[in-house]
């Protein structure tokens, strides 16, 4: 234990956006850890499906330099047992709004990864006037089922692993787009990921299993920013260009060399899409 303490000191820190300000936000149904880093306008970042806030370390850091960037733990972060109580993505969007109340924001921009953008545009889709921008990494409009997707469903819903699993590590592995090579990193990833509890990461793999946009997009009106890269597993071109044909307001980018994980391999390059985009759209 101590060398792993030891090693997020000083490998894992170097990914991180600075401590900030922390607290709890006391929701209905969990007590929410959250982030806030930097000034500016609010930007309400949502983490994806393993990792949590601190995987989005990268992008927040990136951020927090132009805006006042908010994370927070998602509903089983911090508690495995919460999955006692059923709970789907609509429970876990009116976690997202309940916490914006919290923080006294009538209209921020909300930006979600991968699972995190499923909420997000979940929220966009249910309450069209909640936020002023919505940016996308990783999202498109379902899950694109393949062999990665079919081994994640089986090795994390049925097998107790140990955080250390080679072979589960080279599934996060395929999150880069490619082979990534071993490093600071690549044990980021893995050690940030592992931190969701195995039973949390496939109840989110079920949940969005049953996703499916395509029919509710025009239901979205503010300004979308829909990003992806194009060696991302999850998202297909073809899929990219679907969500932004049905979204009225939408913008998409490809990014070239960049896996599902764009937002921490490459944060310079999806913030600087970002800020683009929200110098035309407001914020």
């Known amino acids: 234990m101590k060398a792993s303490l030891d090693w997020l000191?000083?490998?894992?820190?170097?990914?991180?956006?600075?401590?900030?300000?922390?607290?709890?936000?006391?929701?209905?149904?969990?007590?929410?850890?959250?982030?806030?880093?930097?000034?500016?306008?609010?930007?309400?970042?949502?983490?994806?499906?393993a990792g949590g806030m601190h995987l989005v370390g990268p992008i927040a850091?990136?951020?927090?330099?132009?805006?006042?960037?908010?994370?927070?733990?998602?509903?089983?972060?911090?508690?495995?047992f919460a999955l006692r109580r059923t709970f789907g993505v609509a429970d876990m969007?009116?976690?997202?709004n309940e916490l914006m109340d919290w923080f006294g924001l009538e209209r921020p921009v909300v930006m979600g990864v991968s699972f995190g953008?499923?909420?997000?545009?979940?929220?966009?889709?249910?309450?069209?006037?909640?936020?002023?921008?919505?940016?996308?990494?990783?999202?498109?409009?379902?899950?694109?089922?393949?062999?990665?997707?079919?081994v994640a469903g089986l090795v994390l819903s049925r097998y107790p692993l140990p955080s250390d699993n080679p072979?589960?590590?080279?599934?996060?592995?395929?999150f880069f787009g490619g082979k990534q090579q071993p490093g600071p990193l690549f044990d980021f990833v893995t050690w940030q990921c592992w931190q969701t509890d195995q039973g949390v990461m496939a109840q989110r793999f079920n949940l969005v299993e049953r996703i499916d946009f395509a029919n509710r997009l025009s239901a979205v009106r503010v300004p979308t920013l829909a990003l992806?890269?194009?060696?991302?597993?999850?998202?297909?071109?073809?899929?990219?260009?679907?969500?932004?044909?049905?979204?009225?307001?939408?913008?998409?980018?490809?990014?070239?060399?960049?896996g599902?994980?764009?937002?921490?391999?490459?944060?310079?390059?999806?913030?600087?899409?970002?800020?683009?985009?929200?110098?035309?759209h407001g914020a």
């Open 117 to 150: 953008g499923v909420l997000g545009l979940e929220l966009a889709i249910r309450r069209p006037g909640r936020m002023q921008s919505l940016i996308l990494q990783g999202v498109g409009p379902r899950f694109e089922r393949g062999l990665l997707q079919r």
């Open 167 to 174: 072979f589960v590590n080279q599934f996060f592995n395929l």
């Open 228 to 258: 992806a890269g194009e060696r991302d597993l999850f998202v297909s071109a073809l899929g990219l260009k679907e969500l932004t044909d049905g979204l009225p307001r939408a913008r998409s980018v490809q990014l070239p060399d960049c």
């Open 93 to 96: 969007v009116e976690d997202l």
């Open 9 to 49: 000191a000083a490998t894992g820190a170097a990914y991180e956006p600075g401590p900030g300000r922390s607290g709890t936000a006391q929701l209905r149904h969990y007590s929410a850890r959250f982030r806030v880093w930097g000034e500016g306008p609010p930007l309400v970042l949502i983490p994806g499906l």
């Open 260 to 280: 599902h994980l764009a937002f921490v391999t490459h944060p310079e390059r999806v913030a600087q899409e970002v800020r683009d985009f929200l110098a035309t």
């Open 61 to 80: 850091r990136v951020l927090s330099k132009h805006y006042q960037v908010i994370s927070y733990q998602l509903r089983g972060d911090d508690d495995c």
